[in-house]
Nanobody, 120 residues
Framework: QVQLVESGGGSVQAGGSLRLSCAVS????????MGWFRQAPGKEREGVAT???????TYADSVKGRFAISKDNAKNTLYLQMNSLKPEDTAMYYC??????????????WGQGTQVTVSS
């Protein structure tokens, strides 16, 4: 059984930083694409960043230059370093995993989410 558990969310002031973590267990596929998504109240879920098996990354335009996705394969953990946070970054953040990045959003394994709140 695949499990993803996020942590590291919290409340910060604008301009601050947070580091989210996502611990993965039970994943047995040979390849893995992992990503961070977020959903704010009343808005659709949006992709934030992904990292593929070869280490290649993608970012939403809204977070480029501020957020950095990384992973520690030895610890089976995904990270999202968030700097220069803005109030519009406020959302529930979820991590997801799937063998194929193109199928991550629709068919990925998901965590329960961690709340990030940025005050102005």
């Amino acid at each position: 059984q695949v499990q993803l558990v996020e942590s590291g969310g919290g409340s910060v002031q604008a301009g601050g930083s947070l580091r989210l973590s996502c611990a993965v267990s039970g994943y047995t596929h040979r390849s893995i694409c992992m990503g961070w998504f977020r959903q704010a109240p009343g808005k659709e879920r949006e992709g934030v960043a992904t990292i593929d098996s070869d280490g290649s990354t993608t970012y939403a335009d809204s977070v480029k230059g501020r957020f950095a996705i990384s992973k520690d394969n030895a610890k089976n953990t995904l990270y999202l370093q968030m700097n220069s946070l803005k109030p519009e970054d406020t959302a529930m953040y979820y991590c997801a995993a799937h063998p194929d990045c193109d199928l991550l959003d629709d068919f990925g394994y998901w965590g329960q989410g961690t709340q990030v709140t940025v005050s102005s």
